[in-house]
């Protein structure tokens, strides 16, 4: 593709990443150049998620006689791969110029630019995937199904966390933990269904121990569910595709059944990690961003409410530079994994001049770097304030789908001295290059009114009886 032209050089850098070109930077200076001209076009994008769910996106782009125009097929690809991982959907809905809906249908199709993005939709919707190319008469009208769930704490409940190192339950009467557990697993390495099975079933009989009765069950975990249903999860990335449809797409379901048809509610980690945010700083318009093996995100919108969006911001590209780090899973350059994440600070840490031990894991690596940075190693704390510019910039590229009003940022990358460093960056980013939006977005790493909700007590409050 065409070298972005209108991709900006910030006025915050990184001694470590000269590189880095924010998305949002670009798309503005896009935009702006774009409504200067007298015969822009303009163009509508729809995402299906559902019959009942479509999200409507508006944007405009040059003329196609226009000597810029060569720059609206990275443009739109950039902005429909954005709303594809944090909206989701099997089917893209494009009104605009003729030749660039046919980009878009060749770009997202098998075998093409985005085929790893096109497999993964048809996985969670379980729907062919599929570009269509509206008429400009066709009126597209955005319709979203936000989810009342959580913060629900009467009775008797169990919240139940599933993570790739550990699972935490806690046992809890109306509102109060009574019971609360941690046992180490490791569900990543596991093909065994019933390693998965038995595993889920001992933490949450464990709760039920300690409870009167149970009248419901509340799961947070990693992955995309959808009713329920686990149709993508790394947790058990090992089990064979034909032993994951038969015993793990509905495993906390028949866990639940076989607990006595216990009411029983599974929300994505990252909205589970929103919601206790919302729930300790009794407020709304939270965006919860977890670094650590990857980026993990979820949203509490202005009602309170879970939006049933992917949230998948680990794909969101927020570095449209032709040098930005490349995505090893998905292929694609410039991912928020690449930047919010332990990868993030293995792959600065050479540049900061620091050597780590090949034979080590991420997670080691990551401590190692950490360690150094709280004895105040220049690298490290650089790393760090690296992290931090990029997330400032990228906050304004988020903003732009979500309108928060509050960052929560946690995860093992934000332990200790770097999270502190990541959070003064970020907000001196936000100050230097957005001010409106310095004051209208709140950043906070967890303190103790955030503790005070934990992961495993939202996670409780989130089934209604």
């Not at 495993?251 to 729930?279: H, Q, R, S, W």
Request: a negative charge; one cysteine or more.
């Amino acid at each position: 593709m065409t070298t972005f032209k209108f991709a900006s050089k910030p006025k915050v850098s990184s001694a470590l990443d000269q590189n880095f070109r924010p998305m949002f930077l670009a798309f503005r200076d896009y935009v702006e150049a774009v409504k200067k001209t007298a015969d822009y076009e303009e163009v509508t994008i729809g995402l299906r998620r559902s019959d009942e769910e479509l999200s409507v996106f508006h944007t405009v782009v040059f003329h196609e006689d226009h000597e810029d125009s060569i720059h609206n097929n990275l443009y739109i690809e950039r902005i429909i791969k954005t709303l594809l991982w944090l909206k989701g959907g099997y089917q893209i809905l494009f009104k605009g110029p003729e030749r660039l809906g046919r980009f878009v249908q060749k770009a997202f199709s098998f075998n093409q630019l985005r085929h790893f993005d096109v497999s993964f939709m048809e996985r969670v919707y379980e729907k062919p995937f599929e570009v269509i190319v509206l008429t400009k008469d066709t009126e597209l009208v955005e319709s979203e199904k936000s989810k009342d769930i959580g913060r629900h704490l009467e009775g008797c409940r169990i919240g139940f966390d599933a993570g790739g190192s550990d699972r935490k339950v806690s046992a809890v009467i109306d509102g109060k933990t009574v019971f609360s557990e941690e046992v180490v697993w490791h569900p990543k390495l596991q093909s065994d269904p019933n390693y998965h099975i038995e595993g889920i079933k001992d933490s949450l009989m464990r709760a039920a121990s300690h409870l009167p009765r149970v009248d419901a069950i509340g799961v947070s975990s990693a992955g995309v569910y959808i009713d329920n249903h686990a149709m993508v999860a790394s947790l058990f990335i090992k089990v064979p595709d034909d032993l994951y449809k038969k015993h793990i797409k509905d495993i906390y379901i028949n866990i639940a059944k076989d607990m006595g048809d216990i009411p029983i509610e599974v929300a994505n980690d990252g909205d589970v990690t929103a919601l206790a945010g919302a729930m300790s700083l009794n407020a709304n318009e939270v965006l919860g961003i977890a670094m650590g093996t990857s980026e993990a995100a979820g949203f509490v919108n202005n009602k309170g409410f879970i939006t049933g969006w992917l949230n998948e911001l680990a794909f969101v590209p927020v570095d449209i530079s032709d040098d930005a780090p490349l995505d090893e899973w998905s292929g694609d350059m410039g991912c928020g994994s690449t930047c919010f994440s332990q990868d993030a600070v293995i792959r600065l840490a050479p540049l900061a001049g620091i050597e780590l031990d090949p034979l080590l894991s991420p997670a080691e690596k990551l401590k190692k770097v950490q360690e150094l940075a709280e004895k105040k190693n220049e690298g490290a704390l650089e790393i760090f304030k690296t992290i931090g510019i990029y997330l400032g910039y990228t906050l304004a590229y988020y903003h732009m789908y979500y309108h928060m009003k509050h960052v929560l940022i946690l995860g093992r990358v934000t332990s200790g001295i770097g999270g502190e460093l990541i959070l003064s960056e970020a907000k001196n980013v936000l100050k230097e290059e957005f001010k409106d939006l310095h004051e209208s977005i709140h950043i906070q790493l967890p303190d103790e009114a955030s503790r005070r909700v934990g992961q495993s007590i939202a996670a409780a409050s989130l089934t209604k009886i």
